[in-house]
């Protein structure tokens, strides 16, 4: 078992940066491919980057992939997403995920999650 417990969310304007991290307890991250995701009010669940075990490969939604930075820290047990330039249209729960992969999978191939936390991009 995973339990993993994300942080770094809260108001930002426009323009700004935000770093969220996801620490994990349990088993080693080094065991699982990591993922962020995120859900906006009245939409999906949709999947925003991500990272293999050994952090040699990430993968970015279109979206956010010039504007973001996933990296992972298997010492700490800990994974983040940097993300600059933000925008009204980020704004979501940005949620932690551990699975077997580490590629661009959808969020039913991830069996551990966080309980998220909140970005909130103000215009």
């Known amino acids: 078992q995973v339990q993993l417990v994300e942080s770094g969310g809260g108001l930002v304007q426009a323009g700004g940066s935000l770093r969220l991290s996801c620490a994990a307890s349990g088993r080693m991250l080094s065991s699982y491919g990591m993922a962020w995701f995120r859900q906006a009010p009245g939409k999906e669940r949709e999947f925003v980057a991500s990272i293999t075990w050994s952090g040699s490969l990430t993968y970015y939604t279109d979206s956010v992939k010039a504007r973001s930075t996933i990296s992972r820290d298997n010492a700490k047990n800990t994974v983040a997403l940097q993300m600059k330039s933000l925008k009204p249209e980020d704004t979501a729960v940005y949620y932690c995920?551990?699975?077997?992969?580490?590629?661009?999978?959808?969020?039913?191939?991830?069996?551990?999650w966080g309980q998220g936390t909140q970005v909130t991009v103000s215009s």
């Open positions: 995920a551990a699975g077997p992969a580490g590629g661009p999978a959808p969020a039913s191939i991830y069996p551990y």
